[in-house]
């Protein structure tokens, strides 16, 4: 096999389709626009990973260590490509370094980005401090290891998540109406550790309707409740404001099982984010000339092929969350699926 294969992104799909492409003898270059393998996982110091309770390290770690041992796999950090020519086979690739690279085949796996919650007004994040994002609550996890107010250090009484924040909201126009398929099940874990390790906090989750996808519904939804006293509410958040009288947030929801409004004082509100095409994704879908849905951006797969793998290019092939929300281990499944694609492709003969 002369030429080698691109994947673009270091993240758990990218990385899976590299280690897999290094083990079975296929050079290939692994190119990640920031300086770290593991993406946003690993970038954004996740704390605990839903479902199997596993810290970014453990699950990703073994991965990073594969590919960076691997003598088939040439790993190019800090580095993204410019500009592509040619087809299927024989692609010529320009990188931001300035390298030229001829490849067979590319795999995109260049991910996702968080929704900026700046863009709910109403909800008063980036206004009011007590005010988080679920990756703020990882972070503070992670890198602190306790639960605070950001406004005074305290820990709060009361805790409220309020789900789908970006995701299913057609307010937002036709963008952001895909469900985020991770946030209900991280809330339910998120919102177990704090009952577990600070009992006296009370923790409320806002929802429109739960959805923990298959073996998920016990562990992340009954658990919370039934073993760790985590309160579920019906309802839809029309406001978040601050009473300065004592220094607490309001939580203004229409209650929709018994249908009243209500508002409820909290401490400290954590918003679950959604997921939207990373600029990267969009960046190289539109060099490498890929289909994008019209309304959230994400790449599709190919109309003509069964494969929710294979691009409408032929020899570019597509894994993880560049194409909609997803898990870990789903992105890193189909990262090894894009793998065989690959090899398929190339027509390989694989020497076991
Ligand atoms: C707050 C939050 C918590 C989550 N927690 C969990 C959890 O506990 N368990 C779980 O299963 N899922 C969780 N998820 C979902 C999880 O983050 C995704 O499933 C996973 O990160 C997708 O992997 P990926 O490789 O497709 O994309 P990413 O993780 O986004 O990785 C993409 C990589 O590509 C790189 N890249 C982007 N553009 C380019 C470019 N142009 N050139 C080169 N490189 C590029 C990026 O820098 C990044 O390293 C969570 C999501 C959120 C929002
Ligand atoms: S997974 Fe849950 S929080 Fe995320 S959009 Fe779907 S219903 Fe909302």
Same mark, same amino acid.
């Given at each position: 096999?002369?030429?080698? /294969?691109? /994947?673009? #992104?270091?993240?758990?799909?990218?990385?899976?389709?590299?280690?897999?492409?290094?083990?079975?003898?296929?050079?290939?270059?692994?190119?990640?626009?920031?300086?770290?393998?593991?993406?946003?996982?690993?970038?954004?110091?996740?704390?605990?990973? %839903?479902?199997?309770?596993?810290?970014?390290?453990? /699950?990703? #770690?073994?991965?990073?260590?594969?590919?960076?041992?691997?003598?088939?796999?040439?790993?190019?950090?800090? *580095?993204?490509?410019?500009?592509?020519?040619?087809?299927?086979?024989?692609?010529?690739?320009?990188?931001?370094?300035?390298?030229?690279?001829?490849?067979?085949? %590319?795999?995109?796996? *260049?991910?996702?980005?968080?929704?900026?919650?700046?863009?709910?007004?109403?909800?008063?994040?980036?206004?009011?401090?007590?005010?988080? *994002?679920?990756?703020?609550?990882?972070?503070?996890?992670?890198?602190?290891?306790?639960?605070?107010?950001?406004?005074?250090?305290?820990?709060?009484?009361?805790?409220?998540?309020?789900?789908?924040?970006?995701?299913?909201?057609?307010?937002?126009?036709?963008?952001?109406?895909?469900?985020?398929? $991770?946030?209900? @099940?991280?809330?339910?874990?998120?919102?177990?550790?704090?009952?577990?390790? $600070?009992?006296?906090?009370?923790?409320?989750?806002? $929802?429109?309707?739960?959805?923990?996808?298959? *073996?998920?519904?016990?562990?992340?939804?009954? @658990?919370?409740?039934?073993?760790?006293?985590?309160? $579920?509410?019906?309802?839809?958040?029309?406001?978040?404001?601050?009473?300065?009288?004592?220094?607490?947030?309001?939580?203004?929801?229409?209650?929709?099982?018994?249908?009243?409004?209500?508002?409820?004082?909290?401490?400290?509100?954590?918003?679950?984010?959604?997921?939207?095409?990373?600029?990267?994704?969009?960046?190289?879908?539109?060099?490498?000339?890929?289909?994008?849905?019209?309304?959230?951006?994400? %790449?599709?797969?190919?109309?003509?092929?069964?494969?929710?793998?294979?691009?409408?290019?032929?020899?570019?092939?597509? !894994?993880?969350?560049?194409?909609?929300?997803?898990? %870990?281990?789903?992105?890193? !499944?189909?990262?090894?699926?894009? !793998?065989?694609?690959?090899?398929?492709?190339?027509?390989?003969?694989?020497?076991?």
């Amino acid at each position: 096999m002369a030429k080698s /294969v691109l /994947v673009i #992104g270091g993240g758990p799909a990218g990385l899976s389709a590299a280690r897999a492409l290094g083990k079975l003898g296929v050079p290939t270059v692994l190119v990640e626009k920031e300086n770290k393998l593991g993406g946003r996982p690993v970038l954004e110091s996740y704390h605990t990973l %839903i479902p199997r309770k596993m810290t970014p390290s453990q /699950v990703l #770690g073994p991965y990073i260590e594969d590919v960076q041992s691997n003598g088939n796999v040439r790993i190019m950090l800090g *580095t993204e490509i410019e500009a592509c020519e040619g087809e299927a086979g024989d692609f010529k690739v320009s990188l931001s370094n300035g390298e030229k690279l001829e490849v067979s085949a %590319i795999v995109v796996a *260049t991910g996702f980005q968080h929704f900026d919650s700046r863009r709910k007004g109403e909800l008063g994040y980036g206004i009011y401090p007590d005010v988080i *994002t679920n990756l703020q609550l990882e972070q503070m996890f992670s890198k602190e290891g306790r639960l605070y107010r950001p406004s005074n250090g305290e820990l709060p009484k009361r805790v409220a998540f309020v789900f789908c924040v970006g995701s299913r909201d057609r307010q937002l126009g036709v963008t952001n109406v895909h469900c985020c398929r $991770y946030g209900c @099940a991280l809330s339910g874990l998120q919102a177990s550790e704090i009952r577990e390790k $600070y009992p006296e906090v009370d923790v409320f989750c806002y $929802y429109m309707d739960v959805r923990t996808y298959g *073996t998920w519904e016990y562990p992340f939804y009954w @658990a919370p409740q039934e073993e760790y006293g985590v309160r $579920y509410v019906r309802g839809r958040i029309a406001e978040i404001t601050f009473n300065p009288a004592d220094g607490r947030l309001r939580v203004k929801h229409e209650d929709t099982i018994v249908q009243r409004p209500a508002e409820i004082p909290m401490d400290l509100v954590v918003l679950v984010l959604g997921m939207e095409p990373s600029p990267g994704t969009k960046k190289v879908a539109k060099i490498l000339g890929l289909k994008q849905d019209p309304d959230s951006r994400f %790449i599709v797969p190919s109309d003509e092929s069964g494969s929710n793998i294979r691009s409408n290019k032929e020899g570019i092939f597509i !894994a993880g969350a560049c194409k909609g929300p997803i898990d %870990i281990e789903s992105s890193m !499944a189909e990262g090894e699926a894009a !793998a065989m694609e690959v090899l398929n492709f190339l027509g390989a003969k694989v020497t076991v």
